[in-house]
């Protein structure tokens, strides 16, 4: 004897698997990892804070002198 299935939970399953295959492939097209994301934000804020400290104290006040 066959086993009774739900149709509309089958149809569901089946848009599920096609929501996650897409997202799957977006994910290897485009998506990088937390920890990808995290260590660049970490060596773009290194880079500034470098660039910050070999500042000189009086470039901001070029172009005020009267």
Do not use: H, P
């Amino acid at each position: 004897m066959s086993k009774v299935v739900n149709l509309r939970a089958a149809r569901k399953d089946r848009a599920r698997a096609a929501r996650a295959a897409e997202g799957d492939a977006n994910a290897a097209k485009f998506g990088r990892t937390k920890a990808q994301r995290q260590a660049e934000e970490a060596a773009r804020d290194k880079a500034t804070r470098e660039l910050d400290g070999k500042r000189r104290a009086d470039d901001g006040a070029e172009g005020t002198e009267e």
